[in-house]
């Protein structure tokens, strides 16, 4: 049985706009070596996966934006894997769009890339900021769920391959990837006992549909969780992770374990999570920024080629654990 977990941080995302050079793959369920360019890519915007009540009790439609490879003549590959963003901003206000150019990239390199809304809002007033945050927290959740739901459903429409799926985020992005994998029911309902009373439960709001899904692996940059022990040797042996983080993160510390954002909330970063993978002899891949702050410092190249070549060692059953340090580029 996980324990809880204390919630994480407010943060903010990471807006990239550099290209990046090709990286491409070869063997298994994804593409043979050749760059799909910009006329192979298919886009479908705003595609509608749930409605839900958001934090002021208003009916909200939750959508999302999809980058598939199209079939070409010299592609055997039907199926493509698939990664799931979260974009970042707190909970507090940013937009999927802020993603665009990301999945259309990682689209390029045979994925089928996807970015959604999630419910954001929240009291930000410092005696109710602590719950609140809580409940933004538990919404995202929710609609991450249903977004994967939703594309489980249609995996034939959009061709993903769902042995192959893959979330990730940065900041409150990642959090919400790391929670939506890590956490489950009773942990929500051991800290509020009400939460799925009222909420409804993480499994099953947003939408309705039924189709099960299992996540393959997960990106995780400049995140953290309330306590790593939350993460059990099953978790790290099932789900191989991908990370980066700044030594000089003053939002999501990297390595302290007692830090915490406003002096309010306990949280524990990215070198943390990575020890605990290590422990467990879980995959794990960490990238340290030296004197990075909050966002990366690295080039949008670097990034989009580390999660692509991450998820596709992954599939192909060839993930190495282990660690680098980089220099911070502001």
């Known amino acids: 049985m996980k324990k809880y977990i204390p919630l994480n941080v407010l943060a903010f995302l990471l807006i990239a706009t550099s290209l990046f050079s090709q990286n491409n793959y070869s063997g298994g369920n994804i593409p043979q070596p050749f760059t799909y360019t910009e006329n192979g890519l298919k886009h479908y915007g705003n595609v509608v996966y749930g409605h839900a009540k958001d934090w002021k009790d208003y009916d909200v439609t939750l959508s999302m934006d999809i980058v598939c490879p199209r079939f ?80 489980a459903c249609n995996a034939s429409e959009y061709t993903i391959d769902t ?24 942990n929500w309902e051991n800290k509020f006992p009400w939460i799925g009373k009222y909420l409804g439960n993480t499994d099953s709001s947003t939408n309705t549909l039924k189709s099960a899904y299992s996540v393959k692996g997960i990106i995780d940059m400049w995140g953290g969780i309330g306590d790593t022990s939350s993460i059990s040797a099953s978790d790290a042996r099932r789900l191989p992770i991908l990370i980066f983080h700044g030594t ?69 059953g060839d993930c190495t654990a282990g660690e680098i340090t980089l220099p911070f580029e502001p």
């Not at 150019?101 to 999630?118: C, H, N, P, T």
């Not at 949280?267 to 467990?280: E, F, P, S, T």
Request: positive net charge; charged residues 20%; hydrophobic residues 40%.
């Open 72 to 151: 070409l003549a010299n592609d055997s590959i039907k199926k493509h894997p698939v990664i799931l963003l979260l974009h970042g901003g707190g909970f507090v206000h940013s937009y999927k769009e802020n993603l665009r150019k990301e999945i259309e990239l990682i689209a390029r390199q045979g994925f089928v890339a996807v970015s959604i809304d999630y419910r954001e809002g929240l009291n930000q007033y410092p005696d109710k900021w602590d719950s609140t945050l809580y409940l933004a927290l538990y919404r995202a959740v929710q609609d991450t769920k249903a977004a994967l739901r939703f594309l």
């Open 163 to 186: 042995s192959s799926i893959f979330i990730g985020g940065a900041s409150s992005g990642a959090l919400t990837a790391l929670y939506s994998e890590y956490y489950i029911q009773a």
């Open 248 to 316: 000089a993160d003053t939002i999501v510390p990297y390595t302290s374990a007692d830090g915490h954002y406003r002096k309010m909330v306990p949280v524990q970063g990215g070198y943390l999570i990575a020890q605990r993978y290590k422990h467990l002899q879980g995959c794990y891949q960490l990238t340290t920024i030296a004197k990075g702050e909050h966002v990366s410092g690295l080039k949008t190249n670097y990034l989009i080629q580390q999660i692509t070549r991450f998820c596709e060692n992954v599939i192909q």
